[in-house]
């Protein structure tokens, strides 16, 4: 079902409350968190200005950058004033010179997602190669419309499952 673009502004303002009271009880007490975001393409939920508060409240944000395709993403700090350049797929990107961190939170945008915790993104592997990867798992969270919900994705052996999705109603029981 396609929504309007206002629509969808709303939704990504609902969304971004329920996950801005769920990244502050998750951050209470820790040292600076690093939340890893995404800058919105085709119908994915436009969640820079909870970006920007979240930097201006002091939490470190970096940003998904696809530097080899069909290789491990790479999470560049990105801040309000960061000068993007053109990346992968024309996708606004920090510059290479923005060091790169490794999130302690990784917000990872969904086409679709299933009850049982998996997503479907736009085909590249991108999420499931990058977490394999890391030393050290963050928490995932899929990021997607209540309406995004799909019966299942067929999961393959190589899927890796999300720690919980939020929507626009909050966290969806997966």
């Known amino acids: ?4 673009a206002t629509e969808r502004h709303m939704l990504a303002v609902q969304l971004a409350q329920h996950l801005q009271q769920l990244l502050a009880r998750h ?11 995404y800058w919105p393409i085709k119908g994915e939920l436009d969640l820079r200005p909870l970006m920007t508060e979240l ?5 470190e944000i970096a940003l998904q950058v696809v530097e080899t395709r069909a290789a491990p993403l790479v999470f560049r700090r990105w801040t309000p004033a960061t000068r993007m350049v053109r990346g992968d797929w024309n996708i606004p990107v920090p510059p290479a ?5 490794t999130p302690d939170i990784l917000l990872a945008p969904c086409v679709g997602w299933s009850a049982d915790g998996y997503r479907l993104g736009y085909g590249g592997g991108y999420f499931d190669r990058t977490l394999a990867s890391l030393n050290s798992a ?3 969270i899929g990021i997607g419309l209540l309406q995004s ?3 299942t994705i067929h999961p393959q052996p190589h899927d890796i499952r999300l720690d919980m999705i939020m929507t626009e109603q909050g966290v969806a029981n997966t």
């Open 55 to 59: 930097y201006n409240a002091g939490t």
């Open 27 to 37: 951050m209470e007490g820790t040292r600076t968190p690093v939340v890893s975001a």
């Open 138 to 140: 963050p928490i995932v």
């Open 97 to 101: 010179d923005a060091p790169e961190q």
């Open 1 to 4: 079902m396609a929504i309007s």
């Open 149 to 151: 919900r799909i019966a």
